[in-house]
């Protein structure tokens, strides 16, 4: 039961807003607990949470206070809870969450920092896919049926890393214009904050589009 009142003063200690809204207030750092690497602004209102719910000496709140592994970095949003990195999907959510700025930005208050840096996790991480482009595109990290079957953090992640990757010769157009959607509708979101990435987004984008062509 003390946990429990723990969690809830913890979450409201976070979000001083109306009970409306407390509960959407939460969904953008509880979206980046599949980012990896060192934690980031967006993730610190789950993190104490998470830790109020857990109990000191318990397996959970040991893997709750390990330190994150620098060398992890900026590394996009893994699939589920494995450690597979799916391009797709993760550009369709970076695509989706630009709209949902666009359109709503507006009525998200204080959490559209949160919604921008959400995006420009995933976009940092496009980018360094499309370091080939125009040869080749790279779409996916790891090996979909073995991660599927081992749940584990990426710390103690010691599988092979498959790299997979879309060319000319090996065509993915899907992925690709997906990317460049991506891509291009982050664009729109920091073309006001961040002039010089919203410029960069663009000319990349147009560039994984005239390949996805």
Request: net charge positive.
């Amino acid at each position: 039961m003390g946990g429990k009142a723990k969690l809830q003063r913890d979450i409201l200690s976070l979000d001083p807003g109306s009970p409306s809204e407390k509960k959407s207030s939460m969904q953008i750092p509880m979206l980046n607990s599949n980012t990896p690497g060192e934690k980031n602004p967006t993730n610190q209102a789950a993190d104490r949470a998470e830790v109020g719910s857990a109990s000191p000496g318990s397996t959970d709140y040991l893997e709750i206070k390990l330190r994150p592994f620098r060398w992890l970095g900026r590394q996009c949003y893994y699939d589920a809870g494995d450690n597979v990195k799916f391009g797709f999907p993760m550009a369709f959510t970076a695509t989706m969450l630009s709209w949902s700025v666009l359109e709503y930005g507006k009525r998200m208050g204080g959490e559209v920092g949160n919604a921008r840096a959400a995006i420009r996790w995933a976009t940092d991480y496009l980018l360094k896919a499309t370091t080939q482009t125009p040869g080749k595109l790279y779409v996916g990290v790891g090996e979909p049926d073995a991660d599927h079957r081992c749940w584990e953090r990426p710390e103690d992640m010691d599988t092979p890393r498959a790299v997979y990757s879309v060319s000319k010769t090996n065509p993915g157009s899907d992925v690709a214009g997906e990317t460049a959607a991506a891509l291009a509708a982050a664009s729109l979101v920091f073309r006001v904050t961040d002039r010089a990435y919203s410029r960069r987004l663009l000319a990349v984008a147009k560039s994984v589009m005239a390949f996805a062509m």
